[in-house]
């Protein structure tokens, strides 16, 4: 078996401690010696994670490859640095303040939690795709220049699907950095495995904290495996 199939076994430990009562077991010590419990199934809230994740994750593809391309068309590139410090300016602002900002306009719930994970996760696309695209050879553009392709075709045919593992790699980033920033969300109602954190720190519950801390580390850890397998090969 291909060595780079290990990383399920994230994915099986995740379904392992989601399904069976080991982990709050374990964590039974840390919660006065009674496991952890939660008013929703942990399965749930992971899957309200999972759909918090890959919701924004669908969002900023949408917004940062169409504007990577825009930018590293030949005499753009003003604008290419303009977007490089705007997003990487919105990576700068804390989590929780971008969330502050977005609850007066949005209210509590998801949106302002997927407002926050948009801006954190377009840093790491858009950058890896701007070096992605820029990375391409010229002598290839240049023969398929030569062989009568449009700029269309080009991009389509040759930036692109060049372009795509280094691009990848930016997605497999900011879908990492996404599961951990999604916790915050759990403060402002939109659920997930930030919940047992939120309502252990308030009653003081290590065990709480930890489960939620835990099953938010193997869920990261497991996406990242699982799109590590499917990182394009050059």
Known sequence: MDGRWGVLVW???LLICLFTPILPKILAPLSAGTPPTTDVPLWQLTLT???????AEFIVLLIG???AVYVTRPGRLALMQ??????GLGQTVPTIAVLALAVPVLGFGTAPTMVGLIVYGLVP??????????????GVLDAARGMGMSPRQRLMRVELPLSLPVLWAGIRTSTVYNVSTATIGAALGA????APIINGLSQVNVGLVFLGAILAAL???SLDGLLSLMTPRR
Request: glycine share 16%.
């Open 11 to 13: 994915p099986v430990l």
């Open 49 to 55: 994670h999972l759909e918090l994740v890959l919701g």
């Open 65 to 67: 490859v169409p504007l």
């Open 82 to 87: 303009l977007a490089e410090a705007l997003t």
């Open 125 to 138: 696309v858009v950058s890896n795709a701007v070096a992605g695209l820029l990375g391409v050879d010229q």
């Open 191 to 194: 659920g997930g495995l930030g």
């Open 219 to 221: 869920l990261a850890l």
